[in-house]
């Protein structure tokens, strides 16, 4: 890989609870020479005065300017540029740019490849030598974000940028739709190799099911979750609860207190390894709805490289792809399936699964990376 820099413009703090797209691609260039710097979420969603969005304005107004450097690789650095958390507003938009601009004057932009996450950029990318644009959500339908702003910076920063990514079907039509034709479709990969170690150190399997991620009401189907525990399948949920600001009131709470549901708290991803080795089966009980009709779950590759069964709902990312060990089924039926790949699990067939799953590491997609990367050079 040619030893250059990158500026990651993200749409999560690289001290996130869990890990996405971002803070992998950033510290897994970091570790292979390239110079990173990662700046953080600028805050796209309209702030509320619940208790995590009080506590995360007060994180970014003690960081201000501070670069950080915790838990990172020595070639990375992570910024976090304060700007007014109201994007929607033209004129917000124009202190904006003047002031994000002025606290990443620091850094070395003509030389460098802008990989952003996110559709709102103010501009960044006339300053950058190479322009990547990485989506991996569709923004515009989460819930207190300024959509038309979003897709209006959307629309501009695609005719700008050199490459376009989208991470599955839903978002790669999106951006379609908005005039470009070239996007290459890279769905969701995983850290498939500490995934397989963690099975291999297993004693032994539990006869449950387990579903791993933010437990939103935005993106998950609770009923779900309860009508398995109900039919007697024991649960075990790992992952951060309200991360999107949105509220997951009481129905959460009664589900984390069903007798077998265990919760085990947001976990690293060595812990999430343990406990997916320890696993049968593993959840995707998505909504369908306008955001998850952009997602493809990161999931996905975690369970089946943990030689998980996994069963899903009819995702638009899911829906007509071959997939060794992923099963497709309506709400209704995840009762009676889980139970039976519960009731029939064999490690044979897990280790079909895993050796499927190999080919969507990390490994792989850093070097689909390393290709954009050097493409300006050929």
């Not at 971002?22 to 979420?41: E, F, P």
């Not at 540029?81 to 990443?104: D, E, K, M, T």
């Not at 895993?354 to 050097?374: M, N, T």
Request: proline share 4%.
């Amino acid at each position: 890989m040619l030893h250059r820099n990158v500026i990651v413009l993200s749409t999560a703090d690289y001290e996130s609870a869990v890990w996405t797209n971002k803070q992998h691609i950033a510290s897994r260039l970091a570790d292979s020479g390239v110079r990173v710097a990662y700046i953080n979420s600028l805050g796209l969603r309209r702030p509320t005065f619940q208790i995590h969005d009080l506590r995360r304005m007060a994180r970014r107004l003690q960081a201000g300017r501070r670069v950080a450097a915790v838990h990172s690789p020595l070639n990375l650095q992570v910024h976090s540029p304060r700007v007014v958390p109201f994007h929607g507003s033209r004129l917000v938009r124009r202190v904006n740019a003047s002031i994000l601009r002025r606290q990443l004057i620091g850094l070395p932009w003509s030389d460098s490849t802008l990989w952003t996450f996110s559709p709102v950029t103010y501009g960044l990318e006339t300053d950058a030598r190479q322009v990547v644009y990485h989506s991996v959500d569709l923004l515009h339908t989460l819930p207190g974000v300024p959509s038309a702003a979003l897709l209006e910076a959307e629309s501009q920063l695609i005719r700008r940028a050199d490459v376009v990514i989208a991470s599955s079907r839903g978002v790669a039509e999106h951006l379609e739709g908005l005039g470009r034709k070239d996007v290459q479709l890279w769905p969701n990969v995983a850290d498939t190799s500490a995934y397989e170690a963690a099975t291999r150190r297993s004693e032994e399997r539990e006869r449950r099911a387990i579903f791993a991620g933010n437990l939103t009401p935005a993106k998950i189907d609770f009923a779900i979750l309860e009508a398995l525990a109900d039919s007697g399948v024991e649960l075990a949920l790992a992952g951060p609860v309200s991360v999107d600001g949105t509220r997951n009131g009481s129905r959460l709470n009664d589900l984390m207190s069903h007798r077998r549901v265990t919760y085990l708290g947001n976990l690293s991803s060595e812990e999430l390894a343990v406990e997916c080795a320890s696993s049968m089966v593993g959840l995707i009980p998505y909504l369908r709805n306008a955001y998850t009709a952009g997602v493809h779950p990161m999931k996905l590759y975690e369970y089946l490289s943990s030689g998980l069964s996994v069963v899903a709902t009819p995702l638009q990312s899911l829906t007509g792809e071959t997939v060794e060990g992923l099963h497709i089924h309506e709400p209704a039926d995840f009762p009676t399936f889980v139970r039976h790949e519960i009731d029939s699990f064999d490690e044979a067939v897990a280790r079909q699964r895993q050796e499927a799953a190999r080919g969507h590491s990390w490994e792989a997609r850093l070097e689909q990376v390393a290709a954009v990367l050097d493409r300006e050079n050929n």
